[in-house]
């Protein structure tokens, strides 16, 4: 099935606070002219700027409903999670594309493999790292700072200083994608930035890049715990394994910190900082231990028009792929969609949900029928494993059959 045989559907996003949309007018346009059918959601685009008459002046036919765009369309698009509203919607075969986050969402997975559609994880299938990773970090650097104002509870200091006055001492944990960008809108707007990682060849790179203005320090609890009562603001950018055993900052280190200080966990992992939960954009703060926490789920939909236009742009070589070529073949050449593909027809197929909910799994490539195949490479998403497969896969996966 290629082009001109799917109907490819754009979902207006409804999770509190996301304004982002996965397909922009320009991307509707490509896949209209490969020879696809575009749908597209009334609304879809509208907190990110693009109107409906964008959409139809590109090609797409405009749908009122979710509704329609599931009941139409073989290939349905968006930007964040399944709604628990949508789960009735969803169709056997249908492809899904979308950040599910499927092993800490064990009902959305249960609600993918009932109905057996086939379903990508978008996180997982960058190969040069999320744009929405960018747009988390410098995005989130920026509301932690908006969160240490004196209105929001905060110590009132200034990221650049006064005269007489220091500017804020900031601290980055992590520094892939989100942690760069972070520690790049820092340091851009005068923040003292201190950042921590576990691989020395990265701060040297960081060191570098920064002529030596922002200091390094390998990330563990001793390090934090020394460095925590002397900063302002700390930036969690660390993805972290769901089955870890101990807290990175627990509750004790966070009381170490300063009344007012700030504490911005952009990766909202539970199990990294004891004090978080999560919020929104429509409470995004919270105190705790007199320490100032940002921690919105979704912090790119603030800056939704820069953050779409990136992501649709990221995204469209696979969705053009997945229409072109079909499922199997798309993740023949490109060992980045094949690692997201999480769920195909009641089998799961994502390494990490096996290993954080104990389900069973199979391989995308045994299941696909292409394990024989000359593969595109790509390293696993994550340092979850598990060898728990499917019996009647297990030796193809490598396990005891």
């Known amino acids: 099935m290629g082009c001109d045989d799917m109907k490819f559907g754009v979902l207006k996003d409804i999770k509190n606070g996301e304004y982002r949309v996965i397909a922009t007018p320009c991307e509707v346009s490509t896949l209209v002219g490969d020879g696809a059918e575009v749908f597209v959601q009334r609304g879809a685009g509208a907190g990110a700027g693009f109107d409906d008459g964008a959409y139809a002046a590109a090609g ?3 749908l009122d409903t979710a509704a329609e765009i599931y009941a139409a369309c073989d290939v ?28 800490a969402h064990p009902q959305e997975l249960d609600a993918l493999l009932e109905k057996k559609v086939i379903a990508f994880t978008a996180e997982d299938t960058h190969r040069h790292g999320s744009p929405n990773c960018e747009a988390a970090g410098k995005a989130g650097a920026f509301m932690g700072l908006y969160a ?7 110590c009132g200091k200034f990221v650049s200083g006064l005269g007489a006055a ?6 980055v944990l992590g520094c892939g994608t989100v942690g760069k960008a972070a520690i790049d809108t820092l340091h851009r707007m005068g923040a003292w930035v201190t950042v921590g990682a576990t691989n020395i060849g990265h701060l040297r790179e960081i060191t570098a890049q920064y ?8 990330s563990n609890r001793y390090n934090i715990g020394r460095l925590l009562p002397e900063v302002d603001m700390v930036v969690n950018c660390v993805r972290w394994p769901k089955d870890a055993g101990e807290f990175l900052i627990d509750r004790e280190m966070v009381r170490s910190m300063h009344r007012g ?10 199990g990294v900082i004891e004090t978080f939960r999560e919020t929104t954009h429509d409470d995004p703060i919270y105190l705790e231990e007199g320490v100032v926490h940002y921690c919105v789920s979704n912090i790119p939909g603030a800056i939704a028009g820069s953050a779409s236009v990136a992501y649709a742009a990221s995204v469209l070589p696979h969705l053009r792929s ?35 909910q104990g389900r069973p799994w199979v391989r995308p490539e045994v299941l696909l029928g292409i394990a024989d195949r000359a593969l595109d490479g790509a390293p696993r998403a994550t340092r979850s494993r598990s060898e728990n497969y499917y019996a009647e896969f297990a030796a193809a996966c490598g396990g005891e059959a």
């Open 60 to 62: 797409a036919v405009i």
């Open 76 to 103: 349905v698009a968006k930007v964040k999670e399944i709604e628990p509203c949508e789960y009735e919607l969803l169709r056997e075969g249908q492809i899904i594309f979308t950040c599910i986050h499927p092993a």
């Open 148 to 154: 240490m104002m004196s209105f929001n509870g905060g």
């Open 166 to 171: 220091p500017n804020v001492k900031a601290m």
């Open 211 to 218: 002529h030596g203005e922002v200091s390094t320090f390998i």
């Open 261 to 270: 200080a700030v504490i911005v966990d952009i990766s909202n992992d539970y």
């Open 322 to 356: 997945i229409l072109k070529n079909g499922v199997a073949e798309a993740c023949v050449r490109d060992g980045y969609l094949r690692r997201g593909l999480t769920a195909y027809r009641g089998y799961l197929t994502h390494e990490e949900s096996s290993a954080i």
